[in-house]
């Protein structure tokens, strides 16, 4: 990556095409991964072997500024440009490499000042590696100059580079808008002479990294608003739609100012758009200046939008305007960094959404949606390091995954805890202050978090970022007099169970230690720098539970003595726990039964415990937990005794909530009371069913509209138990259906339907025109997730059309989410062995690790299935023969 030094005002666009970084930055490059090398080497650790051969351009011409010329054809679906780069020969030579794909160059030259053009004779393209070679019939001396390059391209419908974007208008008709993905293709693809064209000019931009250019050609209409700070905000959507743009709206105007206060660093641009783009790959993009969105995560129609789409829209928003700051004025200085960005902002827009929504409690649910998410994936022996090497663009694509967002924002929320609100604030501004307009590494931000903190930022770092995994802590406590004793110890945690072998890699571990005397507060905190540790707690009574990893901010796992366990468990039962430390004690002991190291017999024991818990985030991932367990006892002939489990669990809360909002409730209220009768609906709660069928006859007949938060609980429970008419209402519901979030609701609960007929009707339905090609990955991973028969159908859909979905995208991280989806819920070693045998014949680069992932998963489920599955079996029969008193 790297970055245009501005030029003298230009009246186009100002943009890309890459020559190669300043020598600078190369030299940096390959002092630093000597040294990440070296150091890695003494941790016992090998780097991660590049995949494939691949180089970063070379540094002897570079860039200093763009004019950029574009002409979309929308009728055509092409488009012509004309760049004119001022550039820097830095040693003379015959040849230019730049990045470049899908594009036809059709003339190149360059002007050395004040001397004549020479033209390319030679146009070598390198498809592979996005590459293309001008070859020169003389030699470029050093110097300046200009070059000039004319090209023509297709606006492909792959959803990456310069594509088109399909879109109805209100009086139904299709048609096209223009609009662009640049990251990860660092910058490729991409005139005016016609008097029916329009040519609108732009201003110049500052110093930028490439991949944050963005441009859209379509009809759109908006609505605008200036923040406190006096930039001018607009929210752009589809032409009929400017409403649905309010909230979006509001959320930015008042995270600008949040994030200038945060960073201590203004908008570094005088304006800032955010469009919803009808066909889009990822969630949202943060192009300088125009952050382009899916509609799903940007739309909010007041009464047909559910509370989770607001607090998504809201999460989006605060991500993609945080990386205005971090990510675009300061830009990774390689895609080895790509955690930084991403981390980084995957944390920080909890604090943002936290800052103009308190209500909605965020950060206890970033502790289910990212903390334990990355947790799960980081114990797999087919894990990465958050800093990992990457070459390759395929390579690129892969590392946009839990690992680099999950993980990244939960170690630098342990990082923020361990410095403090306050330091790391100064160490932020210090970062951004420093490098902006520039590249920076991992290692920068830790010298100013360091320099900011007076603490071993590095040292500590390091451990969580250049090595993969995280620890378990196995802690025991003796009562000695007034005093609490505590022996930890910590070893790597793997899914399969604690590691074994003597290099066991370490961590330094900053660690809080509560008690229920102050339940709310560490008593003490540690860091925990060697194997193994002795604490001890002043003044604790012998009737007093002790328990690690206040507010789960550590990223470990935890495994108490069986004494201190049972001390804890009250506490889980009568609430007198935090939330957030139910749900992390909740979910180590899932994660330690999964790995074999407890039976499940005792989760399901510590489940039934939460018979009081009132709090949505703590149901929401014990009710996931519960979703994988049952998944995995599919494959049993016990499933429905399960089933009853579920129910057991759930109907408690499910009546205390009722259908209905009573006075006085608020947005986490609303999604309780979705998940828990999604739940009870779809085990066949048979009050829950009957009331679900007779709401959905209303709504369906117009006589009473379902609230946006009851529907897709609703459809779910009547699909799973209805029949082909059901299934036939609820695909009509989706045609008719204007808003994308309506449309999308309905395709992810498609694949609840039972019978092979209508799943493979469900199957076909995926892959029509109905479904944007982005939301077909969640309607088969919907089928796969939805039964047993499901599953097989979805597996056997994917080999039966890999061609069409390989191609619909490109490679690319939606083939990833899509293998991920469908094949990990399989608990049959021998099916690891078949998706791999497949994808060895039917390669998918940039879905190679993802591929290892899904299959280690399935092996890992089999051996759970085969280690537990009696117990559990014998548990919940007994449980039936003698329901236990709540
Ligand atoms: N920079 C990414 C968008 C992106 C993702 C580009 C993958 C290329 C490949 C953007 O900032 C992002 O992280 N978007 C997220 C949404 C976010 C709220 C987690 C996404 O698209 O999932
Ligand atoms: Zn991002």
Redesign the pocket.
């Known amino acids: 990556m790297w970055l245009a030094a501005a030029a003298p005002s230009l009246a186009r666009r100002l943009l890309f095409l890459g020559p190669p970084p300043p020598p600078l930055l190369l030299r940096l490059l390959s002092r630093s991964s000597r040294r990440r090398r070296r150091r890695l080497h003494s941790l016992g650790l090998a780097a991660m072997p590049e995949k494939r051969p691949f180089e970063r351009l070379p540094a002897d011409v570079s860039p200093i500024n763009y004019s950029l010329c574009l002409k979309p054809d929308l009728l055509d679906f092409t488009f012509e440009g004309k760049l004119e780069a001022a550039a820097q020969v830095r040693q003379a030579t015959n040849q230019i490499v730049m990045n470049c794909a899908d594009i036809d160059i059709i003339t190149a030259s360059y002007a050395p000042e004040g001397d004549e053009e020479i033209h390319a004779t030679g146009f070598n393209y390198q498809n592979e590696d996005e590459k293309v070679t001008l070859s020169f019939p003389s030699t470029l001396q050093t110097g300046t100059g200009t070059l000039k390059i004319d090209f023509v391209g297709e606006l492909n419908d792959k959803m990456k580079g310069f594509y088109r974007s399909k879109y109805t208008t209100p009086s139904g008709e299709v048609r096209y808008a223009a609009v662009t993905q640049f990251?990860?293709v660092i910058d490729r693809k991409p005139y005016p002479d016609d008097e029916n064209v329009v040519e609108v000019k732009f201003a110049r931009t500052p110093v930028m990294s490439t991949y944050l250019v963005a441009f859209v050609v379509g009809e759109y209409d908006f609505v605008e608003t200036r923040s406190k700070d006096g930039v001018c905000v607009r929210v752009y959507t589809p032409v009929g739609k400017a409403e649905q743009g309010k909230f979006a709206l509001e959320v930015a105007a008042k995270t600008l100012p949040f994030y200038k206060d945060y960073f201590n660093v203004p908008y570094p641009l005088p304006k800032i758009d955010l469009i919803a783009i009808a066909d889009f790959a990822?969630?949202?993009?943060?192009n300088w200046g125009l952050v382009t969105y899916r509609e799903t995560a940007l739309l909010i129609d007041p009464k047909n939008s559910c509370s989770s789409s607001r607090q998504w829209v809201a999460?989006?928003v605060g991500?993609?305007l945080a990386?205005q700051w971090f990510g675009n004025l300061v830009t990774m200085e390689w895609w080895t960094h790509l955690w930084l960005n991403?981390g980084f902002?995957?944390w920080i827009?909890y604090l943002c959404v936290d800052h103009c929504f308190p209500e909605y409690d965020i950060w206890t649910q970033f502790v289910s949606a990212d903390y334990t998410r990355a947790q799960e994936l980081d114990a797999l022996d087919n894990s990465h390091p958050i800093e990992v090497s990457v070459g390759h663009p395929a390579e690129v694509d892969e590392i946009?995954d839990a690992i680099s967002?999950s993980k990244g924002a939960s170690v630098i929320r342990m990082l923020h805890d361990y410095i403090g609100d306050k330091d790391f604030k100064k160490g932020m501004n210090m970062y951004l202050t420093k490098f902006q307009q520039k590249n920076a590494a991992t290692e920068d931000l830790w010298e100013s978090l360091e320099n900011a903190s007076g603490k071993p930022i590095a040292a500590v770092m390091n451990t969580w970022t250049k090595q993969m995994g995280f620890p378990l802590i196995y802690v025991e406590a003796e009562q000695v007099e007034d005093d609490r004793l505590l022996r930890l110890s910590q070893r790597k945690f793997c899914a399969s169970g604690p590691y074994v072998g003597e290099d066991c890699p370490q961590w330094m571990v900053p660690i809080t230690i509560s008690t229920s005397e102050d339940p709310n507060h560490a008593k003490l905190k540690i860091l925990m720098d060697k194997p193994e540790m002795n604490v001890v707690l002043k003044n604790v009574k012998p009737d007093q539970w002790v328990k690690l990893n206040l507010g789960t901010v550590g990223f470990y796992r935890t495994q108490y003595s069986s004494a201190m366990l049972e001390s804890l468990l009250p506490g889980i039962r009568d609430l007198s726990l935090p939330p957030v430390d139910r749900l992390g004690l909740q979910n180590d002991l899932f994660s330690l039964a999964r790995a074999g190291i407890i039976s499940t017999v005792e989760v399901l024991k510590v489940m039934e415990a939460f018979v009081n818990e009132p709090n949505y985030t703590v149901w929401s991932d014990l009710s996931c937990n519960l979703g994988i367990l049952s998944t995995l006892l599919s494959h049993t002939d016990f499933y429905e005794e399960i089933q009853e489990f579920v129910k057991d669990v759930f109907s408690p809360i499910g009546e205390r909530l009722g259908w209905d909002p009573k006075p006085g409730e608020g947005h986490l209220d609303a999604l309780l009371r979705g998940l828990v009768l999604g739940k009870l609906g779809k085990a066949g709660h048979k009050a829950t069913l009957e009331e679900a069928r007779r709401r959905f006859k209303d709504h369906v007949e117009g006589k009473q509209i379902l609230s946006a938060d009851l529907r897709s609980p609703v459809y779910l429970t009547v699909l799973k138990h209805g029949d082909g008419t059901t299934l036939d209402i609820m695909l009509k519901l989706h045609k008719q259906a204007d808003m994308q979030e309506e449309k999308n609701r309905i395709e992810r609960v498609l694949g609840a339907t039972l019978s092979p007929e209508l799943i493979q009707k469900v199957l076909t339905f995926a892959l029509s025109e109905e479904v944007r090609p982005q939301d077909t990955v969640s309607v088969i991973g919907g089928v796969a997730g939805g039964s047993k028969h499901g599953r097989k159908a979805a597996w056997k859909f994917i080999k039966d059309n890999w061609e069409e979905l390989y191609n619909r995208y490109q490679g690319g991280?939606l083939i990833s989410r899509l293998i991920k989806l469908s094949v990990e819920g399989f608990a049959v070693d021998k099916m690891a062995g078949e998706v791999k045998a497949f994808f060895e014949s039917h390669p998918a680069p940039s879905a190679e690790r993802t591929i290892q992932q899904c299959c280690e998963n399935i092996l890992l489920n089999a051996a759970w299935l085969k280690r537990d599955a009696e117990s559990i079996h014998q548990y919940l029969l007994q449980r039936k023969a003698s329901p236990p008193t709540a």
């Open positions: 990251e990860n990822a969630g949202a993009m943060e999460l989006v991500h993609e990386h991403e902002a995957s827009e946009f967002y991280f």
